[in-house]
């Protein structure tokens, strides 16, 4: 490791089996659900409203709001429930329990921080800094999602981190999102459905389409066309997956910040949403917003997907288009250069690229930045965040891996006016594993998904062998003189 001195923080953020949420536990087989219905239907008012409250006394202070979900779990085998007597509340309320099951989000695994500068800074004394740190929670299955925290840096640097809730709550589901028109068809073509029945469904519709502006038009084209052919069938098929992977949430601005999850919701992300890194957005008119690349896994394949958010209450997630959106660890710089969006990113497995583009959702071109160097890197490389903007250039901090699957956190520097140029390199590893620290999950590991500046220290969160998660300082002038030696 370098000589750089570290600051490591009284900060240990473990996973904690006591935040769940629930979700839908329903059988495949429709046998199965019908006869677990029938035992439901058969029990009298008075059964079922003892069953219930049972259930309610055991379950209910485990959440902040246990009916909702168990009236849309009701509502799923809605379809399969034969009796045509209209159900009380008490017993939709059991039927719903009866499909439904808790979920630790964190009992796996809390690790892979980014953090950002928070959107409200009001209260905070001058030389002090709110922030918001964003953390991938791991449960039963492998199946990640995103939780955050809050905290405050003091003038001295010290961080003091809010406390967190014993309670996690989703989003809501915007039923009808808004789409792009441009963006959207775009992606359809990169897809390979650069074709007459794409058109047909498109054509119709404006710039901006909502969800059912779009599915009017599907079936409008279903009814219309005769014959149904298949490559139609695999076209509509395709409209209608991707507006599954572009939706909206909304947080009540009741929930603390550690109470809001963002889980999976479509098929693309179904076993997860992988290694979010966070990054204020400042755009040449002084607008801002926050993204977040992430990795959308379905058990069997990647996609890189954008989130977007000003407030931490309202999120957009949207697929990433163009020929260079490959493979994972893309990291978008926190402001244009020349007037175009930057990103870092690993189309290879092996090498670090970076990329420009007019659109932060397309992405097409990509240049070499750095490769494997030294041994302990010597495996294949990555960024560990979004680059960070300093006098001396941008500071970009890398993770490396080598022999036995060692990772460790390198840093570089590049220009501020043409970042193609690498002006430094560590030699050697800023941060290793070291100590417990090596024990986890998946051994040996430290990685970060984003850091900050707070005066003339860079606060660094990272995880320990994706199992745990802690925050470093290192002095950002010792870092500097050591990249430019």
Request: glycine share 6%; hydrophobic share 40%; with cysteine.
């Amino acid at each position: 490791m370098t000589t750089i001195p570290l600051r490591r923080h009284d900060v240990d953020l473990v996973p904690e089996s006591a935040r769940v949420i629930i979700r839908p536990f329903i059988p495949s087989n429709t046998h199965r659900i019908t006869t677990i219905l029938g035992r439901a239907l058969a029990l009298s008012e008075e059964e079922a409203a003892r069953d219930l409250e049972s259930m309610l006394r055991e379950f209910e202070s485990r959440h902040l709001d246990i009916e909702a979900p168990l009236l849309a779990n009701f509502e799923r085998v809605l379809p399969h429930i034969f009796t045509h007597r209209p159900l009380t509340h008490t017993r939709k309320l059991l039927i719903g329990a009866l499909f439904s099951g808790e979920y630790a989000l964190e009992s796996a695994a809390l690790f892979n921080p980014s953090i950002v500068p928070h959107p409200d800074q009001e209260g905070v004394p001058a030389g002090a800094l709110r922030f918001i740190m964003s953390l991938r929670a791991t449960g039963e299955g492998h199946i990640s999602s995103i939780e955050f925290r809050t905290g405050v840096i003091d003038p001295a640097g010290n961080l003091h981190l809010d406390p967190i809730s014993r309670f996690v709550a989703l989003p809501d589901l915007n039923p009808n999102p808004s789409y792009r028109k441009l963006p959207f068809i775009v992606k359809l073509h990169e897809m390979g459905f650069n074709n007459g029945n794409a058109s047909t469904v498109m054509d119709s519709l404006g710039d901006s389409f909502t969800r059912s502006d779009l599915n009017r038009c599907i079936h409008r084209t279903r009814r219309e066309t005769r014959p149904l052919t298949q490559d139609l069938s695999n076209t509509l098929r395709c409209i209608q997956w991707l507006a599954d992977s572009n939706y909206e949430l909304h947080f009540s601005p009741k929930l603390a910040m550690s109470e809001r999850i963002i889980f999976p919701v479509s098929t693309n992300e179904s076993h997860g949403i992988e290694d979010a890194r966070f990054v204020r957005l400042v755009d040449d008119d002084g607008s801002a917003m926050y993204y977040a690349t992430y990795t959308a896994y379905n058990g069997q394949a990647i996609l890189p997907q954008l989130i977007e958010t000003k407030d931490f209450l309202h999120f957009r997630i949207l697929t990433l288009n163009g020929t260079a959106v490959q493979n994972k660890g893309m990291a978008l710089f926190p402001r244009r250069i020349d007037g175009n969006y930057a990103m870092l990113a690993r189309q290879d497995d092996e090498n670090l690229f970076i990329m420009f583009s007019d659109n932060p959702h397309h992405w097409s071109d990509s240049t070499m930045l750095l490769r494997p160097a030294e041994m302990w890197e010597s495996v294949k490389i990555g960024n560990c965040g979004s680059p960070i903007e300093t006098e001396a250039g941008w500071l970009v901090l890398t993770h490396g891996v080598g022999p036995m699957r060692k990772y460790c956190i390198g840093a570089a520097l590049l220009d501020l006016q043409d970042p193609t140029k690498v002006i430094g390199r560590l030699r050697e590893p800023l941060l290793a594993p070291e100590g417990t620290g090596r024990e986890g999950y998946v051994p040996n590991v430290v990685y970060s998904c984003g850091s900050l500046l707070h005066g003339r220290d860079l606060i660094l969160p990272y995880a320990m062998s994706d199992k745990a998660s802690t925050i470093a300082t290192v002095p950002l002038d010792d870092l500097l003189a050591a990249l430019r030696t």
